[in-house]
């Protein structure tokens, strides 16, 4: 099946450091998604991509979506505390006509330090 | 009602008991997705609604789990004779549409349930 590679797998940074994360896949996606995790809540959506090349920004978030369909990467600028937590990416396909299931890398632990 | 909602939050069971867990997605939203998400690791797909037809199970691990939608809006994954290898985080999201090219496919997630088999 699918599978992404995301990384690095953790980070530990200071406050107001700029941050960036990755994602690859061996495999083509329609959409790619980039969610944050906070301990005890479901992912949060941050920012969707939904175009080859596409470069979209969501405050001081800014993910872009590769070329060849196959990665992605997700920049933070200006880290603040409130910024921990854990990013996973996601790839969205079309299965079966109308399905989006959605496949997960195994997440970025970002730790910021004030 | 805001997002996705889940219960139970917790689910403490003992090895065999049969187990419900429910989902109430957005109000609205025509897709529903069930996923089980491993300690340290990202959500994986178990199986999806469209309205109250479930198109796609391929997720499932094994015959003892089971989804259903019946009205299109709530839903109910239910395993069976629970096992300890069972014990997860279940997560559910929903999407507003799921049609090709009109948008409004983005998933949305519960807060889940944690099920702990002892």
């Known amino acids: 099946g699918q599978q992404l590679n995301q990384s690095p797998q953790s980070m530990f940074i200071q406050e107001g450091e700029d941050v960036s994360m990755n994602c690859t896949s061996s495999s083509i996606f329609n959409t790619w998604l980039w969610y944050k995790q906070d301990p005890g809540e479901g992912p949060v959506l941050l920012i969707a991509?939904?175009?080859?090349?596409e470069l979209t920004s969501n405050g001081r978030l800014t993910a872009q979506f590769g070329i060849t369909r196959k990665d992605s990467f997700l920049n933070i600028s200006a880290s603040i505390p409130s910024d921990v937590g854990i990013y996973f990416c996601?790839?969205?396909?079309?299965?079966?006509?109308?399905?989006?299931?959605?496949?997960f890398g195994k997440g970025t632990l970002l730790t910021v330090n004030p | 009602g805001a997002g996705v909602s889940q219960s139970p939050r917790y689910k403490v069971t003992k090895r065999g008991q049969d187990v419900a867990l429910r989902c109430d997605p957005i109000s609205g939203h025509v897709s529903l997705y069930w996923y089980r998400q491993a300690l340290g690791q990202g959500p994986e797909f178990l199986t999806y609604?469209?309205?109250?037809?479930?198109?796609?199970k391929s997720g499932l691990p094994n015959d003892r789990f089971s989804a259903e939608r019946p009205e299109g809006s709530i839903s109910t994954l239910t395993i069976q004779r629970t096992e300890q290898r069972d014990s997860a985080m279940y997560r559910c999201a929903s999407s507003l549409t799921s049609t090709v090219g009109t948008g409004g496919y983005e998933q949305y997630f519960g807060p889940g349930t944690r099920l702990t088999v002892t």
């Open positions: 996601a790839g969205q396909t079309y299965s079966g006509g109308s399905n989006y299931k959605l496949t």
């Open positions: 991509l939904y175009k080859a090349g």
């Open positions: 609604f469209n309205y109250e037809a479930q198109q796609d």
